[in-house]
Structures are given as C-alpha cells and as structure tokens.
C-alpha cells in the first residue's frame, strides 16, 4: 500500500505560498517614488540683481536648498557651473547671463566661516 503525501493544497499552504510570492513580486517591480521638489518660491531667496536667472537655472534640475546649502567663491561657482554644463548637460550659460548668475551666487552664497566651536562634534565620542 502506498501512502500519498498531501498536496500544497490540501496542506493549507497553497494561501501562504500565494502570498509570500505576491509580496516578493510585488517588491522587486516597487517604483521609486518621483521626486518631488518641496514648495520653493523665488520671494524666499535674497532678493538683488540675478536671482531670477539663478532661480531659474538651477532649479530647472534639482531643488535650490542644494545650492544655499553650499557655500563656495566665486570661482568656486564658475567651476561648478562648467562642471554641471560638462556632466550633467545643464544649458551653457555665457556672457552677461553667466556673470549675473555668478555675481549673485558669490555675493549671497560665499564661503561660510568656520564655527568657533570647531563645527559639529559627536556627543558619543570618547572626550
């Protein structure tokens, strides 16, 4: 006599099979979210000759928290703009155009100074 084994399904693990490879597709086809740009309005950055160009240009690809957040020279600038147009393929701005944008930049995104308190410092670090 031979004994038959119980199938998946009558085992009760047909469901819990189903799931667990819905969930695994399901993961492995999951979309990025898109990015979406926080509310950033041109009113919220100094005002002065260039800002609307500046505006326009760099958030034309990205947010323009990622440019206040930097704080570089006016060369320092000049690089990164040619840098961008060179790998990034941002638009070659030249001429007038290019010395408004970059006067502004250097003008209300230098360098910053450093922190007396010599910059962030871990708290869990021995003392």
């Known amino acids: 006599m031979q004994v038959k084994k119980p199938s998946i399904r009558k085992a009760g693990l047909a469901p819990g099979l189903l799931l667990a490879v819905l969930i695994l597709s399901g993961g492995a086809t999951a979309q990025t979210p898109a990015f979406t740009p926080q509310d950033e309005r041109l009113e919220d950055l100094p005002a002065g000759a260039g800002r609307d160009e500046t505006f326009g240009l760099c958030t034309a690809c990205h947010g323009f928290r990622l440019v206040s957040n930097q704080g570089q020279t006016r060369e320092q ?10 790998r990034h393929n941002m638009p070659d701005v030249q001429g007038a155009e290019r010395e408004l944008i970059l006067d502004y930049l250097a003008q209300h995104y230098p360098p910053r100074a450093p922190s007396r308190a010599g910059g962030w410092k871990n708290p869990f670090a021995p003392q």
């Not at 600038?77 to 060179?86: H, I, V």
Request: hydrophobic share 40%; net charge negative.
């Open 77 to 86: 600038w000049d690089d990164t703009l040619t840098w961008m147009t060179e």
